[in-house]
């Protein structure tokens, strides 16, 4: 038979019995109770190598994402007349804006997970730097209510504030294509991915639903073998710019894993107005367990907003594209725990400059003396997101994952998360924070302030109303 005669014979062939021949033959484990991992890891950084090795991925491909729904804006050249150009920029200009308001419905519904969540996974007994991905743990955990059921999906919903997994597919599609950007000002790249046990029955809706609604790549393989740790490992280094190969080299599943679940963040870009080396300094930083020379940037005279609270003063800087990196520091005799215990930091950025803002900032001038630092911190949500009330999907005997198979049960043993943020003269890496000395109970009574954070503090990246990263810095180490 001819080439041609071969390729127009297999085009005739229905997908969907390419899609099962591809399926690895069923083997289930013999064990008494599967065990499922979730694990949220995020990456921050900035100035980093462009080229990374493509990891080799022994496994099947259960479902594949698409690429992102987001429309690029017409542009008047590329058409031969203005009729098509004004309709698609109609369309454009529709999908945009609902796809704003669809972000800002779900910024508002998250207010109160995000401030009660960082305060919950920020504040160290130990006066340890403690960081964390809010947006992050929102994807992961959104995904895993998609294959969850019962109390054990409405527990996230509540977590969310949302009524239906209808609701939160749309709010998290919209977050996602929002946050998603890739170009020379900034990288802000978002990947989720499901790994599925050799064997396992599943319901390939669900499959798809992960694939459409969330971005999400799902594989099938041997759970718990080095060909999968491997794969995962690779998978994750290829998605978080190799910023966290610490924890993703130790990638050790059990083999009594039957799902694992990955939620990744990648963050580089670079700040509107750059610091310049030659201004440097040394200096001390009081950390939580001492003093230490760091070095500092510095800026004279910056023109920006000064914000204020009975817990703290802030500024925030712009990073192109139109991210922030905000950098909140406690008054004299108030810690990081205060600011983050009282919640008000999230109503600020939240509301941002607009019309209806933060009341209480001023445009000013202000002397910024900011420490370089590169920090990084992992931790285990679960018993925080106990505390908030997801309790369901920890509980062997009570959770209910029959959205995605009934085959076994099915509970989960960690949501781990891992994060690392990174700043320097150009920009910011991930996440970063940054400190503000000076009055914060009151207005400023200079028009020039200086911000110095010389002592610990709170940072947030955000973009938009959504915030990327969270960190407490309460050591600076050479």
């Known amino acids: 038979m001819k080439r041609k005669q071969v390729l127009e014979v297999l085009d005739k062939i229905d997908e969907s019995f390419i899609t099962e021949a591809e399926k690895a033959p069923k083997r289930i484990k013999k064990r008494p109770y599967w065990i499922g991992v979730v694990a949220a890891v995020l990456a921050v950084v900035i100035c980093i190598s462009s080229f990374f090795n493509t990891p080799v991925i022994t496994a099947n491909a259960v479902a594949l994402p698409g690429d992102a729904r987001i429309m690029e804006y017409p542009h008047y050249d590329d058409y031969e007349d203005r009729e098509s150009y004004m309709a698609d920029r109609a369309v454009w200009e529709n999908e945009s804006e609902n796809r704003r308001t669809t972000r800002k419905n779900a910024a508002v519904s998250l207010l109160p997970f995000f401030t009660k969540s960082s305060a919950e996974f920020l504040i160290s007994p130990n006066n340890e730097n403690a960081l964390w991905s809010p947006i992050n743990a929102y994807i992961g955990l959104s995904m895993l209510a998609e294959i969850t059921d019962g109390d054990s999906r409405k527990e996230i919903l509540d977590l969310f504030g949302v009524s239906d997994i209808e609701t939160l597919r749309s709010q998290v599609s919209a977050v996602w294509e929002s946050v998603y950007e890739d170009d020379r000002n900034e990288i802000s790249t978002l990947a989720n991915s499901l790994w599925l046990e050799d064997g ?150 939240s509301l941002g400059d607009g019309e209806d803002g933060w009341e209480n900032k001023k445009y000013m001038k202000v002397n910024l003396t900011v420490p370089k630092f590169d920090v990084s911190s992992s931790v285990n949500l679960k018993d925080g997101l106990g505390k908030m009330g997801v309790t369901k999907v920890f509980d062997i ?67 938009g109303n959504l915030p990327l990263f969270t960190g407490v810095v309460n050591n600076i180490y050479g």
């Open 200 to 349: 396992l029955e599943y319901n390939q809706d669900a499959m798809n639903n992960l694939a459409y609604h969330y971005y999400a790549s799902v594989y099938q393989t041997d759970l718990g073998s080095n060909s999968a740790n491997r794969s995962i490992g690779g998978w994750l280094d290829k998605n978080t710019g190799g910023m966290l190969k610490d924890s993703t080299d130790k990638i050790d599943l059990s083999p009594d894993t039957v799902l694992a679940l990955y939620s990744t963040i990648f963050f580089q870009a670079k700040w509107s107005d750059e610091f310049n080396s030659k201004n440097n300094t040394n200096d001390i930083f009081h950390g939580a367990d001492g003093d230490t020379n760091v070095t500092y940037m510095n800026k004279k005279l910056c023109q920006m907003n000064y914000y204020w609270h009975r817990d703290f003063s802030a500024v925030a800087l712009s990073l192109k594209n139109g991210s922030t990196m905000w950098f909140i520091l406690p008054d004299e005799g108030k810690t990081p725990a205060d600011v983050l215990s009282g919640g008000a930091y999230g109503e600020m950025i």
């Open 397 to 463: 005997e009570n959770s209910d994952f029959s959205a995605i198979t009934s085959d076994t049960p099915v509970y989960i043993s960690a949501v781990n998360q891992s994060v690392r943020v990174e700043i320097d003269e150009k920009g910011v890496k991930a996440a970063a924070y940054i400190e503000i000395p000076g009055a914060g109970a009151a207005q400023p009574p200079e028009e020039i302030t200086d911000f110095v954070l010389d002592r610990p503090f709170v940072f947030m990246i955000s973009k």
